[in-house]
């Protein structure tokens, strides 16, 4: 009882500061926040990112600048980048790409994704955006990728621009090599148009539209310089400068915040990367283990509170952390502590504990429940793969410990033996101590559950026994199978 309410304790306090920091509200005017984005995109880059919008909305920001300096990156990375632009429903979101001592003046690939999924886009002279189709390495260097990959991208952009009203031709020509654009001048102005939408303006309008040149061909990804970006409306003016960026967004220098890279976030990403938290499960789940079949709250325990408070807390920190991850945990946890101290064997109490506890590590790894979004079931897998492989290195970890647990040094200081001349007997309370040492072959009945360490009674005479791993439920017959010293080994009959 001990154990389990120090683990709600602990899992209670991590929910109560998530609840407090996590609470929605109305977000008035402060200091507009600058995320520079200075590297390829990667899962590091997500959290850095999760973390920063997380202070722009405590600090109640009314803009969030997103400086982009990347040749692109991860796919799935920037589709989870999108969707968390996306949701900030609180602020107004921008995309600038700087020039000069500002960064490398382009914004490629996973960039212009990110680009579309901002509120407005701001460019210095001499940028450019685009080439946003996704492609992998390969021996014989970067290939298309699937389809399904380049079909998700190609809605996600095509949607990015809808939602925030860049003409979507010019999205999908971005990411589509056969999606061909024509300049076409109307009495509107120039804008980019697929054939068929320049037939099906011909058909529906009187007014006539003049085609001129051919500005994305078949078998080419359309990039667009800072210029053209602003001429065929897709950003909303060609800057010179931060100053002069400032300037056309009516704010003041005085008023920015710029979000660099700090230790902290470089710490919440290596402390949350894949590795780390595979490490941290397969270790707390040993951990666990070692506690739940040991008298007392000691070493075991803490370690499992350490290595499972790390894992959520990292999760909290990046955004991830809801209450239904924490339930489910506590749930799993429950069912466990039920199996192995309530209910004999090991049956579907206790499955359906690991199943619980490793959908919970999976949910803490992402922010969305259900995956709906091609990149969302990858993620998830992905996930799932992860938390899995920890799950079976704890299990086959414990394994070996059960059976080499017994035979160390460490675990025979719980018993008397020649080589512990100077231990003390242990107390059993009012049950005798051992007094006889059995034979081998002989029979007796489990007073407790045997797991592996146990009370059996020989012929009146109650002795402590102990097997090769397997676990013996109370009031089942035994047999000695060998003597080790003072220690019984025994089995099931």
Not at 2 to 24: E, G, H, P, R, Y
Not at 297 to 312: D, E, H, N
Not at 451 to 460: H, I, N, Q, S
């Amino acid at each position: 009882m001990l154990k389990l309410n120090i683990f709600l304790l602990s899992m209670v306090l991590i929910l109560s500061s998530f609840i407090l920091t996590a609470q929605d509200g109305p977000v008035p005017d402060g200091p507009v926040y600058i995320i520079p984005i200075n590297e390829d995109i990667d899962q590091f880059l997500v959290i850095y990112l999760k973390r920063s919008i997380v202070k722009a909305r405590e600090a109640k920001s009314p803009m969030i600048i997103f400086q982009l300096n990347t040749f692109g990156g991860r796919v799935d990375s920037a589709l989870e980048i999108t969707s968390l632009i996306g949701s900030i429903s609180w602020a107004e979101t921008v995309a600038y790409i700087p020039s000069g001592g500002e960064g490398t003046g382009v914004s490629w690939s996973a960039g212009a994704l990110i680009s579309f999924s901002c509120d407005s886009i701001y460019m210095d002279a001499g940028t450019s955006l685009g080439a946003a189709a996704p492609v992998y390495q390969s021996a014989e260097g970067m290939v298309m990728a699937e389809e399904k990959v380049v079909s998700a991208v190609r809605g996600q952009m095509a949607a990015l621009a809808e939602k925030n009203g860049y003409p979507q031709s010019i999205a999908l020509a971005m990411v589509d090599m056969d999606v061909e654009l024509y300049e076409v001048e109307t009495d509107e102005g120039i804008s980019l148009m697929t054939p068929d939408e320049i037939a099906q303006m011909e058909r529906i309008s009187s007014e006539k539209p003049i085609q001129g040149k051919l500005l994305s061909a078949a078998g080419k990804l359309l990039t667009l310089t800072a210029g053209e970006m602003e001429r065929y409306g897709v950003s909303s003016a060609t800057v010179s400068g931060r100053e002069n960026l400032y300037e056309t967004l009516n704010i003041t220098g005085s008023s920015v915040v710029i979000l660099e890279k700090t230790q902290s976030d470089w710490l919440v990403a290596f402390l949350s990367s894949a590795a780390v938290t595979s490490l941290l499960v397969m270790v707390g789940m040993v951990a666990l283990y070692l506690e739940v079949t040991s008298p007392g709250f000691g070493i075991p325990g803490t370690i499992a509170l350490i290595c499972f408070a790390t894992v959520f807390s990292a999760s909290t920190l990046i955004g991830n952390l809801g209450s239904l991850e924490l339930l489910l945990f506590l749930a799993g946890v429950v069912l466990l502590l039920v199996e192995i101290f309530i209910i004999p064997g090991f049956g579907v109490t206790g499955i359906s504990g690991i199943v619980l506890i490793l959908f919970s590590l999976v949910l803490a790894r992402q922010d969305f429940v259900i995956p709906e979004f091609v990149w969302q079931w990858d993620l998830f897998k992905k996930n799932l793969l992860y938390v899995s492989l920890s799950l079976v290195g704890a299990l086959a970890l414990i394994g070996v410990l059960m059976v080499s647990l017994p035979h160390s040094r460490l675990f025979s200081r719980l018993v008397l033996n020649p080589e512990n001349k100077n231990q003390k007997p242990v107390s059993v309370g009012p049950l005798p101590v051992n007094i006889e040492i059995s034979s081998i072959g002989e029979t007796a009945i489990a007073l407790t559950d045997l797991r592996p360490v146990g009370k059996a009674e020989f012929k009146d005479i109650v002795q402590i026994v102990q097997t090769d791993g397997e676990y013996i439920e109370k009031g089942s017959k035994i047999v000695v199978i060998r003597k080790e010293g003072l220690r019984l080994v025994v089995r099931r009959v």
